[in-house]
């Protein structure tokens, strides 16, 4: 695991950061993910889940964003995918050149496939596009229904949301419904139900990605 | 429910702002409570749970932070408090001068009590000072027990930490013990167990509030 501990001043527009990373990722063909959602909506879990049935089929990597600690790299290193950890120092989203740098300590010319997991943060993440092909976003059923409207941003820019923590749904006053009839009035966004402890909705998830890499190509 | 959107320029910096808010507070005997945590943490259900004992003892008011909508200051109206909606128009936390303007809306010289629920954020809300006697921050079980070393600022500026959905304990991982030991490594804060179903620990945090309120006068 490469760790790095990044306080950048770039000369260059986020949004410039981010063609020159697309482009870059592009040219070696490779699809990029960026995972998203409050801290502590599972992603780092569902990843977990994910990389034994991803890897199986395609070369992949994980790049970690993180306030401060390397928990979460650690927890996916003993997956057995190449990760980079990104301590932003106090900065909860990622941005372009910090993705740029991760990425640089990959054989971009191994990878098919890179999962960026953003910094827990259901607000500013969404604001900054860093290199990627698609946005997923994760919200628990223990987080409440209300939250597409409250925080629209992430919900409006996701190609897939992940409904987890879906073992709980009865424990919870969480409506399903509503939340399908929110998200509709968004986006036209993938909606999967997962539970990391009954491993529901995992494969389905993981054909979809499968499926969006290859459509890529 | 008076509805605010805020888009300020302050000329003056938010640290001057949280002191003018604070001798303002201070100068009218209010005890201001700056409530924090990550989105679906259970916030406004907390504060729908503690009104209608507080309201027994004291006057009180509620500040609602909000990105965009009005949902929670619906909720905490529907209990019978003065409540202003605060709408950030996208900004994941409250800043000093939108607590000023709140709080003119209020007859200040009534109140004993203001509740200020921040915009849901685990990160960017702690750290603004908006004019506060102490913070308050919530962690609900689902969100797990690795929150407090991966987001410590939050956690070491809270006099008290709520720990949430204490019902839900027994369907996750969450190790509570790990939890005391990583928050006592941060601060001192007294940790109450609350969960909204059972009404678990809602009368000892109630109690303690208001002697923070008693202690001030």
Same mark, same amino acid.
């Given at each position: ?5 990044? @306080? ?7 949004? /410039? ?20 959602? @409050? +801290? ?11 990389? +034994?049935? %991803? ?11 993180? %306030? ?52 827990? @943060? ?35 820019? @996701? ?18 419904? /509503? ?27 993981? /054909? ?10």
């Amino acid at each position: 695991m490469s760790e790095m501990k990044i @306080s950048i001043n770039m000369l260059n527009t986020n949004e /410039e950061i981010h063609e020159e990373n697309k482009n870059l990722f592009d040219e070696e063909g490779i699809f990029v993910i960026n995972l998203m959602s @409050s +801290p502590g909506s599972g992603k780092t879990t569902i990843l977990e889940k994910l990389i +034994p049935k %991803l890897k199986q089929k395609l070369n992949m990597a994980v790049i970690e964003g993180d %306030l401060y600690t390397t928990k979460d790299a650690q927890r996916i290193e003993s997956k057995g995918v190449p990760v980079v950890q990104v301590n932003t120092a106090g900065t909860c989203y990622l941005e372009g050149g910090m993705v740029r740098e991760a990425s640089l300590n990959f054989d971009l010319r191994e990878l098919e496939l890179i999962i960026i997991e953003n910094v827990g @943060s259901i607000v500013a993440t969404a604001e900054f596009e860093i290199g990627e092909d698609i946005k997923i976003c994760v919200l628990s059923v223990t987080e409440g229904n209300d939250k597409p409207l409250k925080y629209p941003l992430m919900f409006e820019k @996701s190609r897939a949301i992940i409904l987890n923590k879906i073992d709980l749904l009865t424990f919870t006053d969480f409506k399903v419904e /509503e939340f399908y009839e929110d998200i509709k009035s968004l986006n036209n966004a993938k909606i999967f139900q997962t539970s990391c402890i009954t491993n529901e909705g995992i494969d389905e998830l993981s /054909e979809w990605i499968l499926k969006q890499v290859k459509e890529k190509k």
